[in-house]
């Protein structure tokens, strides 16, 4: 079993569409979440952390439920240039980072 | 300026070249990465060095050696590549190494024919 699985995807959605992605871990010891954007050819950036409390940026909300070790992003109202690869990641205290293998989100006119 | 910047942005390279790649990060932090991205698959971490040590080499083949003369620079030296080693190299820096954000350059694209 994969440390970080998540919805294998492609996601194709209209423009204005909520669409959510899923990640789960393997680590119970895993102390911190994190969700970043790749897009085609470019380098990974983080789009934002992912509290307990959980947590939204504008468009973007992340969910973290510790119990069922699960993480969750939501896009409302998707855009254009929403379209990207999500990748999930998830660090030990140790500062271990794992990456999950990405979703991809394709955002259509 | 970006943060982390690296060069070169493409490579082809022959199995028996020497070549390096070179990552600088102008973000004040001390703990720095290299990473592996190939086709289809997640990024796997190749090494990290912490305060210019290195502190993790993850089963990374003696033909990948890496260099950090100070906590802004970061190499990676390649010799006799095989065409598996075919992928995006992605240089990265945090605060710390216990630090969680990391911050990417741009990659260096590599092809080994």
């Known amino acids: 079993r994969k440390e970080v699985e998540q919805d294998p995807g492609p996601f194709n959605v209209p423009e204005g569409a909520t669409v959510a992605f899923n990640c789960t871990y393997s680590?119970?010891?895993?102390?911190?979440f994190f969700w970043y954007r790749q897009d085609c050819r470019k380098e990974p950036k983080l789009l934002m952390s992912?509290?307990?409390s959980g947590n939204e940026d504008g468009r973007f909300t992340a969910q973290l439920n510790r119990a069922s070790q699960y993480i969750s992003l939501l896009i409302r109202d998707s855009k254009l240039s929403d379209s990207a690869t999500y990748l999930c990641v998830v660090n030990t205290n140790a500062g271990k980072s794992t990456f999950g293998d990405g979703t991809t989100l394709t955002v259509k006119p | 300026e970006t943060g982390v910047t690296q060069t070169p942005r493409h490579l082809v390279m022959g199995m028996t070249n020497k070549k390096s790649l070179k990552c600088e990060q102008h973000l004040g932090h001390n703990a720095m990465y290299w990473y592996k991205q190939s086709a289809k698959k997640p990024l796997e971490l190749m090494f990290v060095y912490n305060f210019k040590e290195q502190t993790e080499n993850n089963s990374v083949p003696s033909r990948f050696s890496p260099e950090c003369p100070n906590s802004s620079h970061l190499f990676l030296h390649l010799h006799t590549l095989q065409p598996e080693d075919s992928a995006l190299y992605l240089c990265?820096?945090?605060?710390?190494?216990?630090?969680?954000?990391?911050?990417f350059g741009s990659g260096t694209q590599l092809s080994v024919l």
């Open positions: 990265a820096s945090s605060q710390d190494r216990t630090a969680e954000k990391l911050f």
């Open positions: 992912v509290y307990s």
């Open positions: 680590n119970s010891a895993s102390q911190s």
